[in-house]
């Protein structure tokens, strides 16, 4: 598996006031592109568009702060990830619903650090959501 070098770092802050300002300026940068949903283009996915309103949904479930702000500082790194990766991902089948795939990219910011992005198809619509930004210790 290879695993994609970024030339974004992580979201500098220490508290969640500074990273989110920061995330959600990338995310209305985005955002004012399009009419309807947002939307980034992957490069390996041949051009289709990957939505990104289900990655905010999915990350404010989370009940922990500390790992809220922990997943947000890669958000720069994941849309980068997205736009410019050809690497090939790691494939899952999600059990519990046959019409999806989860697809797993891995890739390292700037400054070295490991992080994945999952990206979710559901094939019955033909459409793919980024559902999550966490850092990875190992590949």
């Known amino acids: 598996m290879k695993i994609f070098k970024t030339k974004v770092d992580v979201l500098p802050g220490t508290n969640y ?23 980034v283009r992957s490069a390996y996915f041949n051009k289709e568009k990957i939505f990104l309103s289900l990655y905010w949904q999915h990350l404010f479930k989370k009940k922990n702060w500390r790992d809220i702000i922990r997943r947000m ?42 992080f994945c992005i999952q990206i979710k198809e559901s094939r019955k619509r033909n459409q793919k959501f980024l559902i999550s930004v966490f850092p990875v210790d190992e590949v």
């Not at 990338?26 to 399009?34: A, D, G, M, V």
């Open 73 to 114: 500082r890669y958000f720069g790194c994941a849309i980068e990830l997205l736009e410019k990766s050809h690497c090939e991902p790691v494939l899952k089948y999600d059990q519990g619903n046959p019409g999806e795939m989860l697809y797993r990219f891995y890739g390292s910011t700037k400054s070295g650090e490991l």
């Open 17 to 39: 006031k500074e990273i989110s300002k920061k995330a959600f300026a990338l995310y209305n940068e985005i955002r004012r592109k399009t009419k309807r949903r947002p939307y």
